[in-house]
Structures are given as structure tokens and as C-alpha cells.
């Protein structure tokens, strides 16, 4: 559905009653929840953000009843908080997780706080409405929601929560540093996203705003005037004579005449002047972001916003495909479950959003197939053959890395072949991509002697030319499964499993050891719990806690039914499976390999991040990965109807978390769990000391708590997670890219655990021209670096389409220092079209990147000092805007 007329700004009586009942009790527009540590009972950015998604989704629950069940009503959820937990239980049913929507709200909430924290968004007040540059904060807020529209329809969804994100900042913002409320506004503005209409009356450079005020609070210092106006900010722009400020412990421009300010962030009279209207700016913030998710949902329609939100349950299924002579069996196998995925799940929860498809062979690879339509994609796979001969190895990581570009996080990607790769030296990048996008790899390879004769070789072949595919699979929590011909069709149903949104359940030990048992725990919320067994067996049996075992025997046992395909058996455990401690006896030769998942209502998201708490506003910046030698939090999520328990306090609670090394399966350390937020929000935070993250290497989280009934729980993130040697960072171009333009952008390199001697290496996705004038870095510790890059955009680029840029750091020596790679999304535009609702200015905000926070600090080469603690560090702020107007210049 897509509406030609935009829908109007007043919002309908539903909207409204469910605003009333869902605001908190107590009422920035601070960045995040760590905000409230300075600012109790605050309303924050994310709040504002997750609350209007929820309204906007259940009003499209209401609209659009689920098939087959019953339809919403909107009496079931007045009175009480709203969550997505419960609303997806409500719609798809219970048992049907809500993982990806929460985590696809947590990307536009983090992009949204990221506003506060950039060193060239912070200050800008373009981004802010800031220093009464209402026309152009209008201007930039519009195009940035223009580019959420383009960067959805070319399906870059991560790109596209970004700029949104980055737009619901700015509006939200409207509302706390304007006067739009102290005017007796009690409605959003109504032109605020219609570029065509006029703001209104807007105070000139000569028009006095303020009263002096000498204490925190300053309610009555805006002057008796109806024109709009906005605070100064610091000393850029300077606060014209008699004009407002922002207001604030850290506004510099407070302390000049007219003092205060007129903010309205924060419940905090110390940082927000007008702080006793905070109440009636966030309800405008929250009635505006509402109407903004509402204006996306009729431009892209239920379907395309559902998928810019990920409102389903269900799993992308993306296929990665050898097409060489070889791989016939292979390439029916995968139609043979692309048909069974599509057809069974077909109008159902689980019918996958999204299809990607990438074929592969030497020395191709490519183009990348994406679609949300099942037919289409049945269709250009149904096209696919093997044809043609080829020697091994093949470009199989190139094709996995389009897979990667293009499939959403927390996806699941299968590549069939039954060849090594040829492009091994992609290794360390393809595992540092999926970690940024969360998506888990499994590789089919179909290892068969009688092919010789078949797939020519141009050398004897190394017995280990498949371990980049093993590093891949364990850096993205997938396996690696070897197979025959004869069975490769029984073995690629793990593809339906697998989106089905099995958890991998814990093993200790992680790794198979002669003579001793693995155990995992099974608690009452588990079930459809299968054990995976592949590998040279001699024999095997599981034990559950009762003492009941059972063996390799196929067919149905005591415990469940057993299958065996080649060196490959699946143990399906009868449900409801005995709760309590299971064991798992394996006998075998050479490389064995044990995996127990199961289903469950109980699941967890994570994100790490830094304190911040100086400068404009207090929060958690975010991180993708922690960073060797700096101290880093850890916030946990728990998902599930389950997590949040009943009023009673009975319900699941998690104490700790632990660290285990991903290689050898050793414990690092436990970390204690402190609840953060309303209870409800089941919101965890733990701090990682730099000691327990003194080294790179790859380590897993398990979250470790107890039930209702005093019972054990035990998750395990679906993917390890990385220490990273040293922090990059890369931004982009203050604005979009447009074809024939020469665009920089920023690079910097911090390290805090040691002198490092790096080589640095880029790469663009399509292939643009690029250069550097940093290719080698020498750091000692608490150093930092700053570079600039040129991106050559060609007259022929493709307009409204993704460009994707990837910096590589990595020791000069070998094995030295682990690679450590930043990825940028950036967006080729046209100029905009000249209709009502797209009718956008040119803009200059900040692209942000999705590998690590991109602080826009980088120009000429310079190095400085930098803190371990990164917070209020000289280099972080004033020293990368100054070098990034000296980029620019030299540019």
C-alpha cells in the first residue's frame, strides 16, 4: 500500500490514547539509558525512538490482523507498558521471538544517541536546532528522512536505520531546544516534515530572546514575544548579544550574558534550564516521532517498513552457490529446500522477509540476487545450473562477502560447494564482517574422492585448504559440515532447521576430549531440542539427567529418533525433554564435531559500549567489538515473554555472564549482571575490566541465572565476539554521494594496550577509485593517528545505490597483530525531486559506519595523545574537528 497523499501531521484518536497510557510515569532527550545515571526520571532519545516504533507497529497489527488468528484489540494493551515481546506474542502467537525487531530498534536507537556523541554531529546545530538554524535543521532533518526511504527501497536496511536514526534526533530535539513548547504548543509543529511549508515566525539576528537568569532553573527568561526560536550552543556559532542559550553544566555559552538557557532534556536542573517542561516536550518529541515512522510507513508500505523494522519472526534465507559441473547435487539440494522453506511457510510468521542469492565459480562470482518476493527468488534459482569444468579452488569467500553486503543481520547464510577457496587471503575480513552484520555461516561441503575425475586440479591440494572456511564458520557461530553425494539432500534440511531460530545451547567442555563427557543444560523453557554428531564415529550415546541413555542406533530410542547420513547423524530429542544436566559420550578419530540447539521463548541481544560522561550529554556510546586495554560495557537484553517475569518478581533473573575463549574453550572470567531500567525492559549491564580484555582473540558470552523456581538457566550468544588490537574509526563525507564528485573520508586509529606497528589496507564495494595518505602507522600506547581518504565517485555510479568502504589495519609482522577492519556504508543520490513529500535540500549530515563509531576525526596525518579513558579525551573532540576541517581544506 502506498498512499499518494501524505498522511496528516494530526494524529488520530488511537495514537493519542495510546500515548497517554504509555508515557512513564516520570517524565532529551538524554542519549540512552545510561543517561538517567545523571538524569533520573528522564525521558531519553531512546525511549522517544523504541516508543513511537512500538505505537506505529501496533497500529499496523491493528489494521492488518494476522491470518488465520484473531485480530488485536486495542483494549488488550491500554493500562499497561508496551512491548515488543508482548505484541509479537499477541499477533504471531507465543513462541515467536521478537529477537530481530528488538535488535532492529536498537540499531535506530543507537544511530539516534550516536548524534550526541560524534565530534563533528555533537556541536553542529544544523543536527540539533540548535542556535536558531531552524530552516536549515528543517532542511537537513527532511533529506536525512529522504535517505531512510532510498536506503530502504535498495534493501540496506542497517544503512537505513542509520539515517533514520540520525533524522528522529533532530526532531526530537526540536521540541527540548526550541520554544515551540514555552509558545503553548500542544500539538507537534505542523510543518516540520513538509519542506514546502513555511516554519513560521522565526526570531531574527536582531530580535532579543532571553532575560538573564543566575540560577539553575530559569523558566520565565524567555522574553514575552511568538516568534521561534532555539538556544546557542558553546561558542560555535557565538551567542549574538541578548539571545538564548542551550543551558547547562558544559554549554560554555551559558555563563555569557543573557545567562542560562532554555533546554529542556532532562529532569535535571543542572543540565536542563527549563527542566520542569520536560513532561510536555517529550510528549510533543514522542506525538512527532510517531508521526515520522507513520510518514515512512505509508511511503514504503506495510511491507517494505515491516522489513526496515524487521516486524517478523522469521530468518533471510540466503544462498551462497557453486555453479560449477560439479555441484549438480549440490545446486538441487538447495532447490529442493528453497521450495520446501517457501511453499511450507508460505502467508505463515516464518515465511522469510527477505531472499539473497549469490553464485560463484573460478573466476566469478556474482552478481548478488536480493528480493523480499519468494517467487522471484524460486525463479532465478530454478535458473541456476552447473555448467561448465573448472579446477579447484574457487571464489567462494568473494561471493560469501556479497552475500554478507546484502543479507540483514542476524540471518542465516548456507554456502554449498565442494571446493577450497581460492580467495583465502578474504579470511580475516569476511570473519570481521560477519561479527558486524551478526549473520551465522554454514558450509555444506561436499568432500567426494569419485570427483577427481570430474573437477580438474591443477596441483596436489594441501589436506587443510578448507580452514578458512572453518575460521568463517566459528568467527560466525556456524559449523562447517562435510558430506557425499548421496547424502547432501538429507543433510541441507539443517537449512530449515536453521531458520526455524534454533539457539546453540552451551557445551562444556566446548570441545570434544577424549574420556571425558560433554554436558549441556536443558531447562523447562527448551524444547525441539536436536544434537548434531558429525566426524569420524566409532560410537556415541547421550545420557539425560534421569539416567535414561541412548546410542548411535538410527531410528526411534528412549531419548528420540536418530538419523545417520554418511559421518553425519541427528538426534531429535522427544519433547518435553528431562530438565537438568545431559551428557554426551563421543568416540572417534580426527576432527569431531557436537552441536545441541533447541527452541526457545528465552533468547538475549547484547552491545558494547563506552561511558561517556562529560560533554553535551551524558550516555553509553556504542561499540561493535571491546577494545584491547580499554574498559568497555557490556548491556544485555533478554528477549522472550519469559524475561521480564510477573509482578510478583518470580519470573527468569541472570546474575553474571561468563567469558570462555572461543579456540580452546578456556574460561577468561565471570562478570556480575546488574539490572538497569524498568524490569520490564529486562535491560543488563556488566563492566569488562581492560584486564579480562588485555589481549585480541575471539571469546563467547553465556548468560548464566536462575528461573522462577530457583532453577538453572544458561544462553550462549549465537556468535563469538572479538577483542580488536586497536580502535578504527571511518566516516564519511558530511553528505551523500553524488556521481562525479570526489568525496573524503575520515579515518583514526587509537591504541590502549601496547606499541603497534600497522600497515593499512582499503577496499570499495563496487570498485571505486580510492586513495589514501596513510598507509603505515607506528602507535605507542594511548597514541592516536588521524588519516584522510579520497572516494572517487564515477559519472556512471548507480544512483540511490549503497557504496561500502572497509579499512584494514594489521600488523607489519606476521601473526603480530590480528587484522582489525572498519566498514562505511555510504549512499549515491540524485538531487532531489521536486515533489511535496521529497523535495529535500542538499545535505551535509554524517553518514555514521556500522563496524565501530565513527567520530569524522581524521585529515592530514597527525598523531596525539590519547586517554585510556576515552570520555572528555582532548584528541576525541576538539583536536578531530580542527584536522577534519584541515581534510576538507586540503581536499
Request: with cysteine; proline share 9%; charged share 15%.
Amino acid at each position: 500500500m502506498l498512499p499518494v497523499k501524505v498522511p496528516p501531521p494530526n494524529l488520530g484518536p488511537s495514537a493519542l490514547l495510546l500515548l497517554q497510557l504509555l508515557l512513564p510515569p516520570t517524565s532529551a532527550f538524554f542519549p540512552n539509558f545510561w543517561s538517567l545515571l545523571a538524569a533520573p526520571g528522564s525521558i531519553t532519545h531512546q525511549d522517544l525512538t523504541e516508543e513511537a516504533a512500538l505505537n506505529v507497529t501496533l497500529q499496523l497489527f491493528l489494521e492488518q490482523p494476522p491470518p488465520g488468528r484473531p485480530p488485536l484489540r486495542l483494549e488488550d494493551f491500554l493500562g499497561r507498558t508496551l512491548l515488543a515481546d508482548d505484541l509479537f506474542a499477541a499477533y504471531f502467537g507465543s513462541g515467536f521471538p521478537s529477537r530481530r525487531f528488538r535488535a532492529a530498534l536498537g540499531e535506530v536507537s543507537r544511530a539516534n544517541a550516536a548524534q550526541d556523541f560524534l565530534p563533528t554531529s555533537k556541536n553542529d546545530p544544523d543536527l540539533h536546532f540548535d542556535a536558531e538554524r531552524l530552516s536549515q535543521a528543517r532542511t537537513r532533518l527532511v533529506t536525512a528522512l529522504r535517505e531512510t526511504l532510498v536506503a530502504a527501497r535498495a534493501f540496506d536496511h542497517t544503512l537505513s536505520r542509520q539515517r533514520l536514526g540520525a533524522a528522529l534526533h533532530a526532531l526530537q530535539d526540536f521540541y527540548s531546544h526550541s520554544n515551540w513548547v514555552e509558545l503553548g504548543k500542544e500539538q507537534p509543529h505542523p510543518h516540520l516534515l513538509w519542506p514546502r511549508q513555511e516554519l513560521g515566525s522565526l526570531a531574527q539576528e536582531s530580535d532579543p530572546t532571553c532575560s538573564d537568569c543566575e540560577q539553575l532553573s530559569c523558566l520565565g527568561n524567555l522574553l514575552d514575544f511568538q516568534f521561534l526560536t532555539s538556544g546557542y550552543f558553546g561558542t560555535h556559532p557565538p551567542k549574538p548579544p541578548g539571545k538564548c542559550s542551550h543551558g547547562g553544566y558544559f554549554d560554555q555559552s551559558s555563563s555569557q550574558p543573557p545567562q542560562g538557557g532554555i533546554n529542556k532534556d532532562s529532569t535535571s536542573p543542572g543540565f536542563s534550564p527549563h527542566h520542569e517542561l520536560h513532561p510536555q516536550a517529550a510528549k510533543l518529541a514522542l506525538l512527532a516521532s510517531i508521526q515520522a515512522f507513520s510518514l515512512l510507513r505509508s511511503r514504503l508500505g506495510d511491507r517494505g517498513f515491516s522489513r526496515l523494522l524487521d516486524i517478523t519472526p522469521a530468518s533471510s534465507l540466503s544462498f551462497v552457490l557453486d555453479t560449477t559441473g560439479s555441484m549438480g547435487e549440490e545446486i538441487n539440494a538447495a532447490k529442493i529446500q528453497a521450495r520446501h522453506i517457501v511453499e511450507q511457510r508460505r502467508g505463515s510468521p516464518m515465511e522469510p522477509a527477505h531472499y539473497v542469492l549469490v553464485p560463484f565459480h573460478d573466476p566469478g562470482f556474482g552478481p548478488v540476487f536480493s528480493t523480499s518476493d519468494p517467487d522471484s527468488f524460486w525463479q532465478q534459482l530454478h535458473e541456476i545450473h552447473a555448467v561448465g569444468g573448472g579446477d579447484e579452488p574457487e571464489m567462494c569467500l568473494s561471493a560469501l562477502e556479497l552475500a554478507l553486503l546484502h543479507t540483514p543481520p542476524l540471518s542465516d547464510i548456507f554456502v554449498f560447494t565442494d571446493a577450497s577457496p581460492k580467495d583465502a587471503l578474504l579470511t580475516n575480513r569476511v570473519e570481521s564482517l560477519t561479527r558486524e552484520r551478526r549473520c551465522r555461516v554454514t558450509f555444506l561441503v561436499t568432500e567426494d574422492p569419485s570427483r577427481v575425475q570430474i573437477r580438474a586440479r591443477r596441483e596436489v591440494l594441501s589436506p587443510l585448504r578448507f580452514e578458512p572456511y572453518e575460521a568463517v564458520a566459528l568467527a560466525s557461530g556456524g559449523e562447517v559440515i562435510f558430506t557425499k553425494d548421496q547424502h547432501i539432500q538429507d543433510v541441507a534440511a539443517i537449512v530449515g532447521d536453521s531458520m526455524a531460530n534454533l539457539v546453540t545451547l552451551p557445551l562444556e567442555p566446548p570441545v570434544v576430549a577424549p574420556g571425558r563427557p560433554l554436558t549441556f543444560s536443558v531447562d523447562e523453557l527448551l524444547q525441539n531440542i536436536t544434537v548434531r554428531i558429525h566426524g569420524e564415529i566409532s560410537s556415541f550415546w547421550i545420557r539425560n539427567p534421569t539416567g535414561v541413555f541412548q546410542g548411535q542406533e538410527e531410528g526411534e530410542g528412549p531419548l528420540g529418533h536418530t538419523r545417520r547420513f554418511g559421518q553425519f547423524w541427528m538426534v531429535t530429542v522427544n519433547d518435553p525433554p528431562q530438565t537438568g544436566t545431559w551428557e554426551i559420550h563421543v568416540t572417534a578419530e580426527g576432527t569431531t564435531r557436537v552441536r545441541v540447539q533447541a527452541q526457545t521463548s528465552l533468547d538475549f541481544l547484547f552491545h558494547f559500549g563506552i561511558p561517556v560522561e562529560d560533554g553535551p550529554h551524558p550516555g553509553l556510546y556504542p561499540l561493535t567489538q571491546p577494545v584491547a586495554g580499554l574498559q568497555t560495557q557490556l548491556l544485555v537484553e533478554v528477549t522472550g515473554p519469559g524475561s521480564r517475569g510477573n509482578s510478583g518478581g518470580h519470573g527468569p533473573r541472570f546474575s553474571h555472564v561468563v567469558l570462555r575463549g572461543v579456540l580452546e574453550g578456556a574460561e577468561l572470567g565471570r562478570v556480575p549482571l546488574e539490572p538497569t531500567g524498568p524490569r520490564e525492559q529486562g535491560l543488563l549491564v556488566a563492566s569488562l575490566p581492560p584486564t579480562l580484555l588485555s589481549s585480541p582473540g575471539p571469546f563467547s558470552l553465556e548468560l548464566i541465572g536462575q528461573d522462577g523456581g530457583g532453577r538453572g538457566l544458561h544462553r550462549a550468544a549465537p556468535q563469538p565476539c572479538a577483542v580488536v588490537p586497536v580502535l578504527l574509526e571511518l566516516s564519511g563525507p558530511p553528505g551523500f554521494l553524488a556521481p562525479g564528485s570526489k568525496a573524503p573520508l575520515s579515518l583514526h586509529i587509537a591504541t590502549f594496550s601496547g606499541p603497534q606497528d600497522l600497515d593499512l589496507r582499503t577496499s570499495v564495494n563496487p570498485s571505486f577509485a580510492l586513495t589514501s595518505n596513510l598507509s603505515r602507522v607506528r602507535l605507542g600506547q594511548n597514541e592516536s593517528a588521524w588519516g584522510c581518504l579520497w572516494l572517487e565517485v564515477p559519472d556512471s555510479a548507480a544512483l540511490d545505490s549503497v557504496v561500502m568502504v572497509t579499512v584494514t589495519t594489521a600488523g607489519r609482522e606476521a601473526n603480530s597483530v590480528p587484522p582489525t577492519h572498519a566498514f562505511l556504508r555510504l549512499l549515491v543520490l540524485a538531487p532531489a525531486p521536486q515533489d511535496e513529500l521529497t523535495a529535500f535540500a542538499h545535505s551535509t549530515g554524517p553518514v555514521l559506519t556500522t563496524a565501530s563509531p565513527a567520530f569524522r576525526l581524521s585529515t592530514l596525518v597527525t598523531h596525539g595523545r590519547a586517554r585510556g579513558q576515552m570520555a572528555g579525551s582532548p584528541w576525541w573532540g576538539t583536536v578531530g574537528g580542527v584536522l577534519l576541517l584541515l581534510c576538507l581544506a586540503s581536499w
